[in-house]
C-alpha cells in the first residue's frame, strides 16, 4: 500500500443562518477543503480541513512531494515527513497534516477493514454525546434572529425536541455580558435537569470573566469556557470561581499542555482533531490528561461530516471524556456524505460501525459545493457582515446602548 496522488477541493455548505460570535460571525455557510488520498490500486481515503480556495488547496498538493510512495500504515513516519519542527517553524503544517492523516487513517481502515478507533486502540463507547450549541444568529428567511433570552430559550427547546440534547452551550460575547448570564439564567429556568455551558471566545477581561462566573455560579454549569484571554489569565479566573474552566484556545499543542498540568491552569481541555494536528495528536493528548486525572472534551471546528466522523472516533476512544461533545453540525442545512448529515438520537451520534472513518463521500455533493463555493467565496471569520467598520480588541469594552433594547458591542475602526 502506497500513496499515489492527493486532490484538494474547497467546497462551501450552507448553514441555517449566519452564526455569530465574539471573534466575528459564520457569514451563512462553513468554507471547507476536502483532502483526498489515493493509494497505487485507486483506493481512496478522505480527511477535511478548516478554510480553503487556491492557497490551502495548493498547500496541501505540496505535501505530495514529500509523500509520494509513502506507506499510509506508517503514520508516525508521516507525521515527521510533514511536521518537523523545523519546518513548522517557518510553515506551519498541523492542519494540513490532520487532513492528509485523517485520509490516510481512512484508507488504511478500509483496506485492513477496521475502524479509525481502532488504530488508536479500539473503542469503549459506541456513541458520543453532543451539546445543543446555541449562537446568537442573524436572520435568513424564517430561521434565525435570536437576540433575546427568550428566543435563544426557544431555539434551544426546538433543538431538543429535534435532536434530544440535555446539554447546552451558549456561544456568547456577542453582546454586553448582561445579556449572557441572563440567556444562562433562562436557559437554566426553561431546562431544570439540563448541564449548561458558556463561551464567549476568550474576550472578556479577568475580572469582568470573574464578574460573570459569581452571576452564573449557582446554575448546573459543566464548565466556563475560555472567557478570557491567555493561561495567565485562565488562571486568574479559575483561582476565583466554583465553576470548572475549559479552552480550546490557550492550550492546543504538548508544550502548553504541559504547564497547564504542570501549574493547574485550566481544568477541562477541548481536544480538536484538525487544530491539535490530528486525530492521534488529540489522542496523544487526551491520554497525557488521562494519567494526570484531567478531563478532555471534543472540540467543534465548524466540520461536516468528514471531520465529525474523525470526532465520532476520538471520542469513542478516549476513556476520560467526561463531557458532552460541541459540533455545529446541527446548524448546516446539508453534508457532503451519501445518505446525507448523520442522525442524532437522543442527543448522540454513533460511533461509525464501518471500515475507516466509516461513511461514505458524496463525490456528486463535493461537486455541487465546489460550485457553489465559486460562486459565494469566502469570508472572513474574523468580521461581522452586519458591523462592517467593526473589529475586534480584546478584552473588548462592551456598553450598553439605550437606543437598542438590547446591547451593543464597541470596536474599533
Not at 488529540?282 to 466540520?303: D, I, N
Amino acid at each position: 500500500m502506497k500513496i499515489a496522488d492527493i486532490r484538494a477541493t474547497t467546497i462551501a455548505v450552507p448553514l441555517e443562518a449566519p452564526l455569530r460570535h465574539g471573534a466575528g460571525a459564520h457569514w451563512g455557510r462553513f468554507i471547507r477543503t476536502i483532502v483526498e488520498v489515493i493509494d497505487e490500486e485507486g483506493y481512496s481515503g478522505f480527511g477535511e480541513l478548516g478554510g480553503g480556495g487556491e492557497s490551502a488547496q495548493q498547500s496541501v498538493l505540496a505535501m505530495l512531494p514529500y509523500l509520494k510512495g509513502h506507506d499510509p500504515t506508517q503514520l508516525e513516519q508521516l507525521r515527521w515527513k510533514i511536521m518537523s519542527p523545523t519546518a513548522s517553524l517557518y510553515n506551519n503544517r498541523l492542519q494540513i497534516h490532520a487532513a492528509i492523516e485523517m485520509a490516510c487513517m481512512d484508507l488504511v481502515g478500509k483496506r485492513l477493514n477496521i475502524r479509525a478507533c481502532d488504530l488508536l486502540g479500539g473503542a469503549i463507547r459506541d456513541k458520543v454525546e453532543f451539546a445543543s450549541y446555541l449562537f446568537y444568529r442573524y436572520q435568513n428567511g424564517a430561521a434565525g434572529g435570536e437576540t433575546t433570552p427568550e428566543e435563544m430559550v426557544a431555539h434551544a427547546r426546538a433543538l431538543k425536541q429535534e435532536h434530544g440534547f440535555r446539554v447546552h452551550k451558549v456561544k456568547g460575547g456577542v453582546f454586553h455580558p448582561d445579556v449572557d448570564i441572563e440567556v444562562m439564567h433562562a436557559l437554566a429556568e426553561a431546562f431544570p435537569g439540563d448541564q449548561l455551558r458558556l463561551d464567549p471566545n476568550a474576550i472578556w477581561s479577568v475580572e469582568q470573566s470573574i464578574r460573570v462566573a459569581k452571576a452564573i455560579e449557582n446554575l448546573n454549569n459543566d464548565y466556563f469556557e475560555d472567557p478570557t484571554w491567555g493561561l495567565e489569565g485562565m488562571r486568574r479566573v479559575r483561582e476565583a470561581t466554583r465553576i470548572p474552566t475549559a479552552t480550546n484556545t490557550v492550550v492546543v499543542n504538548f508544550e502548553q499542555l504541559a504547564q497547564c498540568i504542570k501549574h493547574t491552569l485550566v481544568d477541562v481541555i477541548l481536544l480538536d482533531t484538525t487544530f491539535w494536528g490530528g486525530l492521534r495528536q488529540a489522542y496523544k493528548a487526551g491520554t497525557v490528561l488521562e494519567t494526570f486525572q484531567f478531563s478532555a472534551a471534543v472540540h467543534s471546528s465548524g466540520e461536516l461530516g468528514i471531520q465529525l466522523a474523525s470526532m465520532l472516533h476520538l471520542g469513542a476512544s478516549l476513556p476520560n471524556l467526561n463531557f458532552a461533545a460541541d459540533a455545529h453540525y446541527h446548524h448546516l442545512t446539508d453534508d457532503i456524505l451519501v445518505g446525507g448529515k448523520l442522525k442524532y438520537e437522543n442527543g448522540c451520534i454513533r460511533v461509525p460501525e464501518g471500515p475507516g472513518l466509516g461513511i461514505e463521500v458524496d463525490r456528486e455533493k463535493i461537486a455541487q459545493y465546489a460550485e457553489y463555493f465559486k460562486e459565494t467565496g469566502g469570508y472572513t471569520y474574523d468580521r461581522d457582515p452586519g458591523r462592517p467598520d467593526w473589529f475586534q480588541i480584546v478584552p473588548e469594552f462592551r456598553y450598553a446602548d439605550p437606543a437598542q433594547k438590547t446591547y451593543a458591542v464597541s470596536g474599533g475602526r
